[in-house]
């Protein structure tokens, strides 16, 4: 069986990282749940696939299905394999809940991964540190591939486009139903402080202003 199969669900709120970063804050614990907790999970996982780019998907068996429990906010983080190792829909229920009321798209394994720089006009890709940022980000405007691209793994990355004096930022987390633009231009050294807070883990950049964008 694939993620294609439709499924009644109530409604659930698609999260940005940052919601789900604050979810975290205080770390989380293993939680077990029941087969009607993951079922619920695994419908949520389904009537999303589509809207998340991951149709064909194969349906996890319930038993790789887990959760952990938030330790600092009421929150049942129920995790439904896809895509790749350590790559997940996690689904979020309150306390008492039978259904999730929030989800995000989530690479757990690009996170532990060294991050690769691939920017065209300055030769071929590099490990995305801190010399190569500062030094070929605000080199972009006027060359003929003024753009730069910051990989954890494929389908999850942060973009960089300059046009003119101003920078134009994207990301996305695993697939293009997770796609999101900055919400103005910026000047190179912003641009290249949020590149940088990606590439090291940081995590400043996930509460800056980011819109989602339909591809």
């Known amino acids: ?14 999260l940005q990282k940052h919601e789900y970063l604050d ?19 695994l ?22 299905i887990f959760a952990r429990r938030s330790t ?13 190792e350590d790559c997940f829909i996690i ?4 306390s008492g809940a039978s259904d999730a009321h929030a989800f995000i798209l989530f690479d757990i394994g690009a996170e532990y991964l060294q991050p690769m720089l691939d920017c065209p006009a300055f030769g071929p890709s590099a490990p995305a540190t801190e010399e190569n940022i500062r ?8 060359q003929q ?11 999850t990355y942060m973009q960089v486009y300059a046009d003119h004096d101003r920078f134009h930022l994207e990301h996305q987390m695993v697939s293009t139903g997770a796609h999101y633009r900055y919400s103005k231009p910026v000047e190179a ?3 290249t402080e949020i590149l940088l807070s990606y590439a090291l883990g940081k995590y400043e950049w996930a509460y800056r202003g980011w819109e989602k964008m339909d591809i």
């Not at 975290?24 to 087969?35: E, I, K, N, P, R």
């Not at 689904?91 to 309150?94: D, E, M, P, S, Y």
Request: charged residues 20%.
């Open 43 to 64: 419908r949520l996982a389904q009537a999303h696939a589509d809207s998340l780019g991951l149709e064909g998907t194969p349906e996890p068996p319930l038993e790789s």
């Open 135 to 142: 030094g070929w980000v605000p080199l972009l405007p006027g």
């Open 1 to 14: 069986m694939f993620f294609t199969k439709k499924s009644n669900t109530p409604a659930a709120r698609h």
């Open 91 to 94: 689904t979020v229920f309150a």
């Open 23 to 41: 979810l975290l804050q205080g770390g989380t614990h293993d939680h077990a749940v029941s087969d009607e907790i993951k079922r619920a999970a």
């Open 189 to 191: 050294a912003e641009a």
């Open 145 to 155: 591939s003024p753009f730069a691209t910051i990989e954890l793994r494929e389908g």
């Open 72 to 84: 600092s906010e009421d929150a049942l983080l129920v995790h439904v394999p896809v895509k790749m």
